[in-house]
C-alpha cells in the first residue's frame, strides 16, 4: 500500500480484475461505509472517503492474493479515514488510546438497559470516544469482526484486541450512565 | 472491583474467543465472583442494545452509482489503450453476442419471475423496507418453535421455520410481509450482522431446484420452489452464503 500511483504502468487493470473485484470486495460496500460513518461520524463525508477507499482498493487489487476481502478492505478503509481525519480534523486524533482508567463499578444491568434503550442516546455515547475505542467496538458488535480480524483491520497485535475492547466497552458504559448535565459538563 | 477476570477474560468469554479450557476456566470463576456476573449481564444487554437499535449504517444507493462510475473509469481506459483499432470490431462482435445472450437471459428470468407472484422490484423493496430501524422482526426471538407458531392464524398456511445457528445462520425472528399484493411470511436470518430475509408463500406450481443467483442494486437473491412452497432468499451477503443458506432450507 505505497503511492497512490501503485499500479499504473503495465498493472493497468482489466476487466477480468473488474469481474474479481465485484464478486470479492463489492459486497462488502456496506462493512466500508459503516466503518466510515462511525470513524467520521458523518454520512456526507464517509460517502466521500468509503467512494475514495473502494477506488484505492481497486487500484491495489492486483496485491490482494485472497485470503478475508473484508478484512483487506476495511483495512483500506479505515486507513483512508485517519489520513482524512488528520487532514480534516486532527484535534480528534489527540485523545490518547492508553489513557489510564480508574476502575469503575459497572453499571448494574438494569440502568444500562434503560440507558442503552434510547438509540440516540446510545449513539451519542458512542460518537464521544475517542475514534480507536469506537472502532473497535464497531469492528466487533455492528460488523461482527473475529479478534484475528480486527487485528488485522486496526494493526493492533492480536493480544490486545481482548483488552482494548474491554476498555472500549468500559468507556461506552460510562458514557451512557453518565446524566444528560454531566455529559455538557464534560463539553461534549 | 478489583477482579482481573472483569476487565480480561470476561470479554473474550463474551466474544466467544476463549478456547475451552480458558471458557471453563472463566466459568467456574464466574459462579463465586458478583463482579463478574454483574458485568457479563451489563455487557450482555448492552450488546443486544447495540445490535437491535439500528446503528449499522448502510451504503447508499447514490455511493454504489458513484463507485461503479468510478470503477468504470479505472477500467476502461486499459481496455482501450491497449487494444489496436482493428480489434474494436472483435470486441464489438463480441459485444453483442454477450448482449444477446444476456437479453435471452434476462428474458428468462423476466418470465420465470412473472411465473412467480411478485417482481424483483418487490422482492428488494420489501428486503430494504425491512432494515429501516423497527422493521426488521413482528416476532424477534432466535427459537424455531417460538417463531413457527407466532405464524399461527396470522397466514393461511405454516411456513416451516428452522434455526441454522449451527452453520453460522442464526434464526432472528420472522414477521408478515407483503409481496406482489399478497401475505407472505419473512423468515430473518443472520449472517455475520448481515441480514438475510426469507419469503415463503405458498404455490401449486412444480418443485424446482435453487435457481440462479439474481442481482439488484447491489441485493442478491436465490429463488425456487419446494413442497407447495414458494422461498425467495434476499440480502446482501455474497451469493456463496446466500446459496449456502438455500440448501439448508431446500433440505
Request: glycine share 6%; proline share 5%; with cysteine.
Amino acid at each position: 500500500m505505497s503511492g497512490s500511483d501503485q499500479g499504473r504502468g503495465s498493472d493497468l487493470l482489466d476487466v477480468q480484475d473488474r469481474a474479481r473485484f465485484e464478486q470479492l470486495v463489492l459486497p462488502h460496500l456496506d462493512a466500508a461505509f459503516n466503518l466510515a460513518r462511525w470513524l467520521l461520524r458523518s454520512r456526507a463525508d464517509s460517502e466521500d472517503v468509503a467512494q475514495e477507499a473502494m477506488l484505492r482498493a481497486y487500484r491495489f487489487f492486483r496485491g490482494f492474493h485472497g485470503g478475508d476481502a473484508r478484512a483487506w478492505l476495511l483495512q483500506i478503509v479505515r486507513n483512508t479515514c485517519y489520513t482524512w481525519l488528520e487532514k480534516n480534523r486532527p484535534v480528534e486524533l489527540m485523545t490518547e488510546f492508553d489513557e489510564e482508567l480508574h476502575p469503575q463499578p459497572s453499571a448494574s444491568p438494569e440502568a444500562l438497559a434503560i440507558a442503552s434503550d434510547n438509540r440516540d442516546r446510545l449513539n451519542r455515547a458512542l460518537e464521544t470516544l475517542p475514534p480507536r475505542f469506537r472502532e473497535v467496538l464497531v469492528l466487533r458488535e455492528l460488523e461482527g469482526c473475529s479478534y484475528k480480524e480486527i487485528a488485522a483491520i486496526t494493526s493492533i497485535p492480536i493480544g490486545t484486541v481482548m483488552s482494548a475492547l474491554a476498555r472500549a466497552r468500559q468507556r461506552l458504559q460510562r458514557a451512557l450512565t453518565l446524566s444528560p448535565a454531566q455529559e455538557a459538563s464534560r463539553g461534549l | 472491583m478489583g477482579c482481573d477476570y472483569t476487565r480480561t477474560a470476561l470479554h473474550g468469554y463474551l466474544d466467544g474467543e476463549l478456547d475451552a479450557t480458558r471458557a471453563a476456566e472463566f466459568e467456574r470463576h464466574l459462579e463465586g465472583c458478583r463482579e463478574c456476573a454483574n458485568t457479563l449481564g451489563a455487557e450482555e444487554s448492552l450488546r443486544s442494545s447495540m445490535q437491535r437499535s439500528g446503528l449499522y449504517e448502510h451504503a447508499p444507493i447514490s455511493l454504489r452509482k458513484k463507485i461503479r462510475a468510478g470503477l468504470d473509469a479505472a477500467t476502461a481506459p486499459a481496455i482501450a489503450s491497449r487494444i489496436p483499432v482493428w480489434r474494436w470490431f472483435v470486441v464489438a462482435a463480441a459485444i453483442l453476442i454477450v448482449s444477446s445472450v444476456s437479453w435471452f437471459a434476462w428474458n428468462r428470468t423476466q418470465n420465470s419471475a412473472s411465473s412467480s407472484p411478485f417482481t424483483a422490484a418487490e422482492l428488494i423493496d420489501a428486503h430494504v423496507r425491512s432494515l429501516q430501524p423497527g422493521h426488521l422482526t413482528d416476532v424477534a426471538s432466535t427459537d424455531q418453535h417460538t417463531v413457527k407458531p407466532w405464524f399461527d392464524g396470522k397466514l393461511a398456511f405454516v411456513p416451516p421455520v428452522k434455526d441454522f445457528a449451527d452453520e453460522g445462520f442464526p434464526l432472528v425472528g420472522g414477521r408478515l410481509d407483503v409481496l406482489g399484493g399478497q401475505n407472505v411470511a419473512a423468515l430473518v436470518y443472520s449472517r455475520r450482522k448481515h441480514i438475510i430475509n426469507v419469503f415463503v408463500l405458498p404455490t401449486k406450481e412444480p418443485d424446482t431446484p435453487i435457481h440462479q443467483p439474481g442481482l439488484r442494486q447491489g441485493y442478491q437473491w436465490r429463488h425456487w420452489r419446494r413442497q407447495g412452497m414458494e422461498y425467495c432468499a434476499v440480502s446482501d451477503v455474497s451469493d456463496s452464503d446466500l446459496y449456502e443458506l438455500a440448501q439448508l432450507i431446500y433440505q
